[in-house]
């Protein structure tokens, strides 16, 4: 089955400690993998995709398929990273863009 | 452009009655979907439709149905609301998808069913 984990509910850190934000999936074939950002008082909104390789406000994520995870990384953490943050997987046998979302994981950063 | 619009903002219901959620894109996009976001569940996908008269379900549609006539609107009807339907109802569209597929969201429906 194809599934999203994110084992943790609420991750809070200091200004300036490094975050970690973990993503789990299970996926039968190769997975497109999204983070997705929602901060307060706004929508969501799409923060990286794993086939860009890319770093968006300092975040990156690397797939490792070994694992099966995509974990979500950032050096040094701003208040501004506060936010709901959801892993998604592409999934579905036909090309439809359905998304699979994790449970989603709330980052609290204090000053 | 506006992106993605829904309507209403809030709504409260008494169980057993209907309403539609709106929803509107404008940009031109095939492919829109229905979301329900529950605490501590993540989003769940209600319905989706790929253009204009194809719907198809997602993983949760018990109580709900959809309609597609335009490329543009998305409505999301509820016939009997229940306390289960109790959510924040998000709707998004994105462009044909592939590896950089990106769904934009609208700013979601918060329901309450008393």
């Known amino acids: 089955a194809q599934r999203v984990t994110q084992p943790e509910k609420l991750l809070s850190v200091f200004k300036g400690a490094p975050v970690e934000l973990k993503c789990n999936y299970s996926y039968s074939g190769s997975p497109e993998l999204f983070w997705y950002v929602q901060y307060s008082r706004q929508r969501l909104q799409l923060l990286l995709r794993h086939i860009s390789r890319e770093s968006i406000k300092g975040f990156t994520a690397d797939l490792n398929k070994g694992e099966t995870s995509f974990h979500l990384k950032k050096p040094f953490a701003q208040e501004e990273d506060s936010a709901m943050y959801y892993c998604?997987?592409?999934?579905?046998?036909?090309?439809?863009?359905?998304?699979?979302f994790g449970q989603g994981t709330t980052l609290q950063v204090k000053p | 452009n506006a992106g993605v619009t829904q309507t209403p903002k809030f709504r409260i219901l008494k169980i057993g009655q209907s309403m539609t959620l709106q929803c509107a894109q404008d940009?031109?996009?095939?492919?829109m979907y229905w979301y329900r976001q529950d605490p501590g569940m993540g989003l769940k996908l209600i319905y989706y439709?790929?253009?204009?008269?194809?719907?198809d379900k997602g993983e949760v549609p018990n109580g709900y149905n959809v309609s597609r006539s335009t490329t543009e609107d998305f409505p999301l009807r509820l016939e009997l609301a229940a306390p289960s339907q109790t959510s924040v109802y998000f709707c998004a569209s994105s462009y044909p998808p592939g590896s950089y597929n990106e769904q934009f969201f609208g700013p979601g429906t918060r329901l309450t069913v008393l």
């Open positions: 439709s790929v253009g204009a008269g194809i719907t």
């Open positions: 998604a997987l592409a999934g579905g046998s036909s090309n439809t863009g359905k998304l699979i």
């Open positions: 940009m031109n996009h095939n492919y």
